[in-house]
């Protein structure tokens, strides 16, 4: 499995054809205390770059965009009843969309673990 | 992912007195009516929920020192005061605070402040982002014998929380015991040797106390005061989720030039003898809206679900637009999303089932009592 990032901060675990989404502890960590996560329905298309997700927090709501195209297999249910997992598990349990790889040549332009912390160290 | 907010146009921020230890606490700083103020704090009791829950069970220490603390003085000051704004100052005996209204000519609200009565002075603090409009709009309509002094070298600091009362016994002195100082009072104090002065009042709907100090004294007293094991630093992120819980309205959200303070449901600034008398800016438009109602008010409403509704939503009545929201967020006291709103009067009533539209979608809301969380104000043993 590989996991990439984007400049979005949203991470992305490949897995043959398909995709786990979510954002990286430096987004929940900006975003603060999250209160409501707005998921995409299952069979919904996403294109690169396109609205994925809207994520709230106390202070504000912020979309979470598509890394790659993809049709979404599934959303985290979790979240729904306990959207503060994104803040205590944001890599893990508080993943967002399964999805899957409409374009593998789209996973190119993302950056590895290593180049996603010295991006975020540079910010 | 940007959650700033700009209120005017001054490019380069101004510095406040707490800059450093703010940055020192590990706070997070974000542009704020011209400066750069601490939206939330790091650490074990730092983040916006954490310093709420705190703040409602303990006490909480805030900055607000970007706010126009103001001193007036002169001859016939009060006659020359109540021309400019509706408050009865007949009434007000010294050592009291009253909230009072800056309004323009059409009755349009162009700040809300709260207006002291000192030995020799009137001293008013006013919103940060409109002090220096508010002290242009005093300048024209004061006469030219009234003195206008803005005190820009005092901080600002508000102590909120129901063990506030018992961290700042510990270091104020002063003219009144503290448990003699009920709200809406305040009185000339020492801390640490500072002359201060201290008003029980706030922004939270619990108890708590506004210090005004010497800016240079600002550091070593906010240390002193986050040296006590009840009290934490506060941000502002917390600070508008306490008001928006205690129904207090935030100006150039809830409050602006477009909006009355009768549609506000701020009748209370509008002084009673004032109300027959009238005299002040706005006052045709204000005596009317006392006796006839206006076409909209300023309501709570409680959003069903988790999904908050936030400033600029719309409210709809089946397909029937009635309203805006002007200020709303997710509560961490209540545990559910509120707001308030502008609506069309037929539609305010509590108990009113409305939808506010988020995204596209409409979500189920009611219209519901003020404040959301009761007030805990201290109004003496």
Redesign the interface.
Known sequence: MARYFTD??EWIDVEGDSATVGITDY?QE????I??V?LPDTGTMLEKGGDAA?V???????DVYAPISGEVMEANGSL?DD?ALVNTSPEEDGWFFKMTIGDKSQLEGLMDDKSYKSFCDSL | ?S?TETEDDIVEPGVLPLDAWHRAQGARMVPFAGYEMP??YAGEHG????E?EWTRTSAGLFDVSHMGQLLLSGPDLDAAVEAVLPIDLSTLKPGRQRYSLLLDENGGVLDDLMVSRWPEHLYLVVNGATKWDDIGHLREHLPDEITLNHLEDRALLALQGPKAADALARHAKGEHELPDLTFMRFGKFTIAGHDVTIARAGYTGEDGFEISLPGEAAEEIATLLCGEPEVQPIGL?AR??LRLEAGLPLYGHDLSPDTSPIEAGLIFGINKRRRTEGGFPGADRITREIVDGTARKWAGLKVEG???A?EGAEVFSGDEKVGVITSG??S?SLGY?IAVAYLAAEHAATGAALEIEV?KKRLPATVVPMPFVPHNYYRGS
């Open positions: 979005e901060h987004a900006q975003l603060g205390d209160v409501f707005e809207v709230e927090s106390v202070k504000a709501a912020s729904e959207p | 992912m959650d939206i939330q983040g916006i929920v954490a709420h992120g508008d989720s988790r999904m908050p936030r967020g997710f961490p999303p995204r």
